[in-house]
């Protein structure tokens, strides 16, 4: 069963849960050809590339930290235990934090700033039990502001300018259950299954407004680029629509 994929150059990682992670060569897109099936990252469920690293959420077993500089021969420089299940995971954009939605306990952040080529012991510096199971996460490119689908509980906007007081700043009942969220230009995109893509205006971060609702059976996950929203949704695949 296949949860994720992300992309570098002309190669995918398939986060494929049990399974671990598969390479695929897609630079003939036509004639995309797996390279590497790797079960030893496993049970692989979410991704974040860093530079030359692959982070992948595996859930009850941490995170992973592999060097990709050599697609076909991926470099594993270990697997650290977080608390909770490891859902999804992404860095700061100055490459000092990693952030981790780790599902029924909410959200905990590592500091990476003394990184070693992947190989050092990092310490945790934050955290917060969040409402419901963190699914997902992203940040703010400019302030120290986290969004979160946490299933039952929603859409969660966590400030953690002080790390070691990371505090919830608001939260939004979605009434589906909230699985993947995107910010894009002070909105936020989240899916939340039986309820669809709910669309947010969070320029006031304290008071998020739902400006919108995409109607589909199943909205599992999104992506954005400058002119279209996409959709995975269990029921009815591959859903697109402009960006309002």
Aim: proline fraction near 5%; include cysteine; hydrophobic fraction near 40%.
């Amino acid at each position: 069963y296949s949860y994720k994929l992300a992309n570098k150059d002309s190669v995918i990682y398939l986060a494929a849960g049990t399974f671990g992670v598969s390479t695929v060569n897609v630079a003939d897109p036509l004639n995309p050809v797996i390279k590497q099936e790797n079960r030893a990252i496993a049970p692989a469920k979410n991704f974040h590339i860093m530079g030359s690293y692959l982070f992948t959420a595996v859930s009850e077993e941490g995170i992973n930290i592999t060097k990709i500089i050599e697609p076909e021969h991926p470099d594993i420089r270990q697997t650290f235990f977080v608390p909770g299940f490891a859902q999804a995971v992404c860095t700061s954009a100055d490459s000092n934090f990693l952030f981790i939605a780790c599902g029924e306990v909410g959200f905990t952040i590592f500091d990476i700033s003394d990184f070693q080529d992947g190989y050092n012991i990092y310490p945790v510096v934050g955290w917060i039990d969040t409402p419901g199971f963190a699914e997902d996460v992203t940040i703010h490119p400019d302030l120290p502001i986290a969004f979160l689908a946490c299933g039952t509980g929603g859409l969660v906007v966590v400030d953690y300018s002080d790390t070691s007081n990371v505090r919830m700043v608001s939260s939004y009942a979605t009434g589906g259950y909230a699985n993947e969220v995107v910010y894009k230009e002070n909105k936020v995109y989240i899916t939340t299954e039986l309820r669809g893509l709910q669309i947010f205006d969070v320029s006031n971060l304290y008071s998020p407004v739902r400006i919108g609702t995409v109607e589909t059976k199943y909205a599992k996950s999104v992506a954005l680029d400058n002119k279209y929203v996409y959709i995975a949704d269990e029921s009815e695949g591959l859903i697109i629509i402009s960006i309002p």
